[in-house]
């Protein structure tokens, strides 16, 4: 019972993640830098942002960076954090904040890092509530 609870709490928490995802060189190939949320809602992300990430990949990440990214609720250590998983993902928060990965394919965050991301590319990361 307390399972299906805690379940139906992080549906309503992440009702605002998006529907797909494309990548980076899509959306800067396209007019259209929009994504759709499960809850309907329409996120335009403005061309500066994708200059920022587009600046920080390289070819091969600019081809396979899928936006929106992730950065997710981390429980795993002592103190609460973020994290950014994902063998592209990572590594570009990485260079965008000025970081180093904790292991590959995985960024730990605290709330300055994650303030500074949302500054500097709120459009392209969404939070994720994971148990």
């Known amino acids: 019972m307390e399972e299906a609870f805690l379940s139906s709490i992080m549906k309503d928490l992440n009702s605002n993640l998006a529907v797909s995802k494309r990548t980076l060189a899509e959306m800067m190939d396209s007019d259209d830098r929009t994504y759709r949320t499960r809850d309907g809602s329409v996120v335009e992300i403005p061309e500066e942002q994708l200059k920022i ?10 081809i396979a960076l899928r936006l929106p990214i ?3 609720t981390d429980v795993s250590g002592e103190v609460s954090a973020w994290k950014v998983e994902g063998r592209v993902e990572a590594p570009v928060v990485a260079a965008l904040l000025g970081k180093r990965l904790h292991r590959d ?3 730990r965050l605290y709330h300055p890092d994650l303030t500074d991301l949302r500054a500097k590319v709120p459009d392209c990361v969404m939070i994720v509530f994971t148990p």
């Open 105 to 107: 394919g995985y960024l």
């Open 53 to 62: 990430l587009w600046d920080v990949c390289d070819d091969s990440q600019r």
């Open 70 to 72: 992730y950065v997710s």
